[in-house]
């Protein structure tokens, strides 16, 4: 089936922090759309002169942006969104892993997977990295929920042994035999991918990491994530555990977990050590920055990152976070950009990029992440219901630029009309 999609549309094919010019934007543009593969792009006009007889969905009036891609964000914490006020410790404690505990129940983790997918592809984020549960049958779950949404979902089993709560402790035996199952029925599956996930450092014995290494070994392709250097207790706690490692990335690079494919979330506190060998192996650092604020985590460092040749993209760490919007993210990176000593300016362009083409990049996802022909027609339509301050904008901005710099001002879930994974209607605002 083919379909021309009529709007203004942005999106940043090229790398903003590395390229001039990197927005690029239709006023009337045009997308030929063909079995969810974008096959032609410009001005409407020349669109329709090419392709007379495709029907035509006019989506003028709004915005239309890549699927956002969230390269951070915890299955089972979207029922505990709102925990302010703790930090990190405290806050795993009280908040989050009480309710991790619920989803050894297979039937409430499915809820709480549909309420997790539905968030996600409500404030228009097509493709995730996901924290699975520390249940394989809360995976399940989710990567079954996942397949119904057509949400393109990279996940895993979380696996930790150790300080944490009896119930989330598994064994390097366990978590082995766990994550190969779940490989070998989801991995490469539909739209889905696997993600080995040891939780953090502080709560993963080096046997347990060994147990991850050997999964991504035998299992080529595969994605790893983890968090790392995220509040300074706990970066003090993970020094104490690991006596011989040179830092808190050492503790996953001996155990050969560091490379192309692994994005790890957080990096408020790096030593230029660490941000040398990521940048080397071409990993990703996920920045959330509202949770970095919601938790007092600390400013992130993304000038260092940027000079070291770090890879960034967003995530939005809910529960830890404080929703699943990329929008808010985007501000919120602003904001601390701009608030702390050496901040970067970020502008429309940067804050597109690192909610959309970053993530793919990071994720080794060339098939998202842009409007390029050949890749997916993956796309959100913000469109502001009439009345609202952020319609005003849209109906008076001087450039399509100036709108998306409005929607990451103040947009919200509430404004995503509609919602396309690889063409496919995903999400339609009630
Ligand atoms: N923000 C955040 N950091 C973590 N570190 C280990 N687990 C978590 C988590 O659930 N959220
Ligand atoms: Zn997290």
Known sequence: MTTLYRATFLHTPENPFTHADALRAESDGGLLVEG?????????????????????????????????IDTHVHLPQVRVIG????????????????????????????????????GL?????????VFGSHFAGAV???????????????AGLVVSDRLLRDELHTTPERSYAEGKALIERWHGVGRTLYAVTPRFSLSASEG???????????????????????????????????????????????????????????????????LGVMAA???????????????????????????????????????????????KEGLQAHFMQNLMPGGVPLSPAHLLYLATKAGADALDLPGVGAFEPGQQFDAVHLAPAPGTPLDAVFRHAASPERALAAAFATGTPGDVAQVWIGGDVAHTRA
């Open 36 to 68: 969810g593969v974008i096959r032609a792009r410009g001005a409407f006009a020349d669109l329709r002169a090419a392709h007379p007889d495709a029907p035509v969905t006019d989506l003028r009036g709004g915005l239309l942006l890549p699927g956002l």
């Open 83 to 118: 925990g302010l006020g703790l930090p990190l410790l405290d806050w795993l404690d009280q908040c989050a892993l009480p309710e991790e505990a619920r989803m050894a129940d297979v039937a409430y983790a499915r809820d709480v997977a549909r309420d997790f997918t539905r």
């Open 121 to 129: 592809v409500g404030a228009g984020t097509t493709t995730a990295l």
């Open 140 to 154: 399940d779950a989710f990567f079954e929920e996942a397949a119904q949404t057509g949400l393109r979902a990279v």
């Open 208 to 274: 347990i990491l060994d147990a991850c290494a050997a999964l991504m070994r035998e299992h080529p392709g595969v994605r790893f994530t983890s968090h790392i250097n995220e509040n300074t207790r706990e970066i003090e706690v993970v020094q104490g555990l690991f006596p011989g490692a040179r830092d808190y990335l050492d503790t996953y690079e001996r155990a050969g977990l560091i490379g192309r494919h692994s994005v790890l979330a957080h990096n408020v506190h790096p030593s230029d050590r660490e």
């Open 281 to 327: 192996a071409h990993c990703t650092a996920a920045h959330c920055p509202c949770s970095n604020s919601a938790l007092g985590s600390g400013f992130f460092p993304l000038r260092r990152h940027l000079d070291a040749g770090v890879h960034v993209a967003l995530g939005s760490d809910v529960g830890g976070g404080t929703g699943f919007s990329l929008l």
